[in-house]
Protein backbone atom coordinates (compact mmCIF):
# COMPACT_ATOMS: atom_id res chain seq x y z
CA UNK A 1 0.00 0.00 0.00
CA UNK A 2 1.40 3.39 -0.72
CA UNK A 3 2.50 5.65 2.62
CA UNK A 4 1.59 9.34 3.18
CA UNK A 5 3.91 11.02 5.26
CA UNK A 6 3.03 14.23 6.71
CA UNK A 7 4.90 16.94 7.74
CA UNK A 8 4.60 18.61 10.55
CA UNK A 9 2.54 16.45 13.41
CA UNK A 10 2.00 19.81 14.91
CA UNK A 11 2.71 23.21 14.41
CA UNK A 12 2.19 26.59 16.17
CA UNK A 13 1.33 29.87 14.48
CA UNK A 14 -0.59 32.97 14.90
CA UNK A 15 -3.49 34.63 13.32
CA UNK A 16 -2.29 36.02 10.08
CA UNK A 17 0.52 33.87 9.71
CA UNK A 18 1.36 31.48 6.60
CA UNK A 19 1.35 28.05 7.31
CA UNK A 20 2.47 25.28 4.65
CA UNK A 21 2.00 21.19 5.30
CA UNK A 22 3.75 18.73 3.94
CA UNK A 23 2.66 15.40 2.40
CA UNK A 24 4.94 13.27 0.44
CA UNK A 25 3.99 9.29 -0.80
CA UNK A 26 5.86 6.70 -1.24
CA UNK A 27 5.45 6.26 -5.13
CA UNK A 28 4.17 8.35 -7.12
CA UNK A 29 0.43 9.45 -7.21
CA UNK A 30 0.09 11.84 -9.80
CA UNK A 31 -2.37 14.33 -8.71
CA UNK A 32 -4.48 12.26 -6.70
CA UNK A 33 -4.10 14.12 -3.77
CA UNK A 34 -6.74 15.65 -1.57
CA UNK A 35 -6.40 17.78 1.62
CA UNK A 36 -9.12 17.49 4.90
CA UNK A 37 -9.62 19.71 7.58
CA UNK A 38 -11.21 18.68 10.61
CA UNK A 39 -12.20 20.47 14.09
CA UNK A 40 -12.67 18.43 17.62
CA UNK A 41 -15.72 16.36 17.27
CA UNK A 42 -16.56 16.99 13.82
CA UNK A 43 -16.25 14.98 10.67
CA UNK A 44 -13.32 15.64 8.20
CA UNK A 45 -14.31 18.50 5.76
CA UNK A 46 -12.84 18.45 1.99
CA UNK A 47 -10.68 21.27 1.32
CA UNK A 48 -8.82 20.51 -1.81
CA UNK A 49 -9.04 17.63 -4.24
CA UNK A 50 -6.78 16.91 -7.15
CA UNK A 51 -4.32 18.29 -5.43
CA UNK A 52 -5.10 22.22 -6.16
CA UNK A 53 -8.45 22.32 -6.99
CA UNK A 54 -10.17 24.27 -4.17
CA UNK A 55 -13.45 23.12 -3.08
CA UNK A 56 -16.31 25.36 -3.90
CA UNK A 57 -17.00 27.58 -0.66
CA UNK A 58 -13.37 26.94 0.68
CA UNK A 59 -11.86 29.89 1.64
CA UNK A 60 -9.72 31.46 -1.41
CA UNK A 61 -6.74 31.35 1.49
CA UNK A 62 -6.72 27.51 1.25
CA UNK A 63 -4.31 26.47 -2.05
CA UNK A 64 -2.58 22.98 -2.93
CA UNK A 65 0.30 22.19 -4.82
CA UNK A 66 2.45 19.29 -6.14
CA UNK A 67 2.18 15.97 -7.91
CA UNK A 68 4.11 12.69 -8.22
CA UNK A 69 5.29 12.35 -4.64
CA UNK A 70 5.52 15.62 -2.84
CA UNK A 71 2.47 17.58 -2.18
CA UNK A 72 1.89 20.94 -0.04
CA UNK A 73 -1.44 22.43 1.34
CA UNK A 74 -0.65 25.99 2.26
CA UNK A 75 -2.53 28.41 4.32
CA UNK A 76 -2.04 32.27 3.58
CA UNK A 77 -3.07 34.82 6.08
CA UNK A 78 -3.86 32.21 8.93
CA UNK A 79 -7.39 32.64 10.59
CA UNK A 80 -8.94 31.93 13.88
CA UNK A 81 -11.46 28.95 12.43
CA UNK A 82 -8.38 27.38 10.65
CA UNK A 83 -6.62 25.92 13.75
CA UNK A 84 -7.38 22.10 13.34
CA UNK A 85 -6.01 19.35 12.49
CA UNK A 86 -5.63 18.78 8.40
CA UNK A 87 -4.92 15.59 6.68
CA UNK A 88 -3.96 14.42 3.15
CA UNK A 89 -5.48 11.26 1.07
CA UNK A 90 -4.19 9.82 -1.46
CA UNK A 91 -6.64 8.16 -3.81
CA UNK A 92 -4.61 7.05 -6.56
CA UNK A 93 -4.27 3.27 -5.85
CA UNK A 94 -6.95 1.08 -5.10
CA UNK A 95 -6.24 1.12 -1.24
CA UNK A 96 -6.90 5.12 -0.62
CA UNK A 97 -4.02 5.54 2.32
CA UNK A 98 -4.32 8.85 4.51
CA UNK A 99 -1.44 11.06 6.08
CA UNK A 100 -1.10 10.88 9.83
CA UNK A 101 -2.61 14.48 10.02
CA UNK A 102 -0.76 18.00 11.42
CA UNK A 103 -2.18 19.63 13.78
CA UNK A 104 -2.43 23.53 13.42
CA UNK A 105 -2.49 25.57 17.06
CA UNK A 106 -2.08 28.80 18.74
CA UNK B 1 -28.45 18.80 0.23
CA UNK B 2 -26.23 15.72 0.39
CA UNK B 3 -27.20 13.92 4.03
CA UNK B 4 -25.60 10.97 5.41
CA UNK B 5 -26.07 9.63 9.04
CA UNK B 6 -24.70 6.51 10.57
CA UNK B 7 -26.84 4.23 13.10
CA UNK B 8 -26.05 0.90 15.17
CA UNK B 9 -24.61 -0.05 18.52
CA UNK B 10 -22.26 1.84 20.05
CA UNK B 11 -20.87 -0.86 22.06
CA UNK B 12 -19.94 -4.50 20.80
CA UNK B 13 -18.25 -7.59 22.69
CA UNK B 14 -15.27 -8.82 21.30
CA UNK B 15 -15.22 -11.18 18.91
CA UNK B 16 -18.92 -10.06 18.05
CA UNK B 17 -19.64 -9.17 14.29
CA UNK B 18 -20.20 -5.01 14.13
CA UNK B 19 -22.99 -3.88 11.53
CA UNK B 20 -23.36 -0.03 11.15
CA UNK B 21 -26.08 1.36 8.27
CA UNK B 22 -25.95 4.76 6.50
CA UNK B 23 -28.57 6.54 5.61
CA UNK B 24 -28.15 8.49 2.75
CA UNK B 25 -30.85 11.47 1.84
CA UNK B 26 -29.99 14.24 -0.91
CA UNK B 27 -28.99 12.11 -3.19
CA UNK B 28 -29.55 8.58 -4.61
CA UNK B 29 -26.90 6.27 -4.13
CA UNK B 30 -28.12 4.91 -7.85
CA UNK B 31 -26.54 7.57 -9.44
CA UNK B 32 -23.26 6.34 -9.51
CA UNK B 33 -19.92 7.65 -8.14
CA UNK B 34 -19.26 5.68 -4.77
CA UNK B 35 -19.98 5.54 -1.19
CA UNK B 36 -17.83 4.04 1.66
CA UNK B 37 -16.42 4.13 5.38
CA UNK B 38 -13.59 5.40 6.91
CA UNK B 39 -13.04 5.00 11.01
CA UNK B 40 -10.67 7.16 13.08
CA UNK B 41 -9.27 5.09 15.85
CA UNK B 42 -8.64 6.44 19.46
CA UNK B 43 -5.33 8.23 18.23
CA UNK B 44 -7.22 10.38 15.76
CA UNK B 45 -5.45 8.03 12.99
CA UNK B 46 -7.73 8.56 10.04
CA UNK B 47 -8.32 5.14 7.92
CA UNK B 48 -9.66 4.08 5.13
CA UNK B 49 -11.89 1.26 5.34
CA UNK B 50 -13.45 0.24 2.08
CA UNK B 51 -15.42 1.74 -0.94
CA UNK B 52 -19.08 0.18 -2.73
CA UNK B 53 -20.28 1.01 -5.72
CA UNK B 54 -24.33 1.14 -6.61
CA UNK B 55 -24.24 -2.17 -8.34
CA UNK B 56 -22.25 -3.43 -5.81
CA UNK B 57 -18.87 -3.69 -6.70
CA UNK B 58 -16.65 -2.90 -3.79
CA UNK B 59 -12.62 -1.96 -2.85
CA UNK B 60 -11.40 -2.87 0.87
CA UNK B 61 -8.38 -2.16 2.71
CA UNK B 62 -5.84 -4.77 2.76
CA UNK B 63 -5.35 -4.94 6.25
CA UNK B 64 -9.19 -6.05 6.77
CA UNK B 65 -10.27 -7.67 3.73
CA UNK B 66 -11.26 -10.92 5.33
CA UNK B 67 -13.26 -9.52 8.02
CA UNK B 68 -15.12 -6.77 5.97
CA UNK B 69 -17.98 -6.83 3.81
CA UNK B 70 -19.97 -3.08 2.76
CA UNK B 71 -22.92 -3.53 0.99
CA UNK B 72 -25.76 -0.88 -1.12
CA UNK B 73 -29.51 -1.72 -0.53
CA UNK B 74 -30.68 0.69 -3.05
CA UNK B 75 -33.92 0.23 -2.32
CA UNK B 76 -33.70 2.10 0.77
CA UNK B 77 -30.98 4.54 0.12
CA UNK B 78 -28.54 3.06 2.36
CA UNK B 79 -25.15 0.93 2.68
CA UNK B 80 -24.02 -1.05 5.58
CA UNK B 81 -20.87 -2.31 6.83
CA UNK B 82 -20.02 -5.63 8.60
CA UNK B 83 -17.15 -6.31 10.45
CA UNK B 84 -16.48 -9.73 11.69
CA UNK B 85 -14.68 -10.79 15.16
CA UNK B 86 -14.19 -7.55 16.51
CA UNK B 87 -11.38 -6.86 19.14
CA UNK B 88 -10.51 -4.25 21.14
CA UNK B 89 -8.27 -2.26 18.52
CA UNK B 90 -11.24 -1.77 16.44
CA UNK B 91 -12.98 1.06 18.36
CA UNK B 92 -13.09 3.84 16.79
CA UNK B 93 -15.41 6.42 16.14
CA UNK B 94 -16.98 5.36 12.02
CA UNK B 95 -17.69 7.54 9.57
CA UNK B 96 -19.61 6.58 6.23
CA UNK B 97 -19.27 8.82 3.50
CA UNK B 98 -20.21 9.56 -0.11
CA UNK B 99 -17.37 10.23 -2.88
CA UNK B 100 -19.92 12.31 -5.35
CA UNK B 101 -17.66 15.15 -6.70
CA UNK B 102 -14.26 14.33 -5.14
CA UNK B 103 -12.82 11.95 -2.75
CA UNK B 104 -14.85 11.49 0.60
CA UNK B 105 -16.51 14.99 -0.16
CA UNK B 106 -19.39 14.01 2.03
CA UNK B 107 -19.51 12.93 5.51
CA UNK B 108 -21.68 11.29 7.96
CA UNK B 109 -21.54 12.49 11.42
CA UNK B 110 -19.57 9.68 12.68
CA UNK B 111 -20.59 7.05 15.22
CA UNK B 112 -18.73 5.97 18.48
CA UNK B 113 -18.06 2.47 18.30
CA UNK B 114 -16.19 0.43 21.54
CA UNK B 115 -15.49 -3.60 21.72
CA UNK B 116 -15.45 -4.14 25.30
CA UNK B 117 -17.02 -7.18 27.28
Known amino acids: AIQMTQSPSSLSASVGDRVAITCRASEGIRNYLNWYQQKPGNAPKLLIY???TLKSGVPSRFSGSGSGTDFTLTITSLQPDDFATYYCLQDNDSSWTFGQGTRVEV | QVQLQESGPGLVKPSENLSLTCSVS?????????WGWIRQLPGKELEWLGT???????RYNPSLKSRLSISPDTSKNQFALRLNSVTAEDTAVYFC??????????WGQGILVTVSS
Open chain 2, 97 to 106: EGSIYAPLDF
Open chain 2, 26 to 34: GYSIRSGYY
Open chain 2, 52 to 58: VYPDGTT
Open chain 1, 50 to 52: AAS
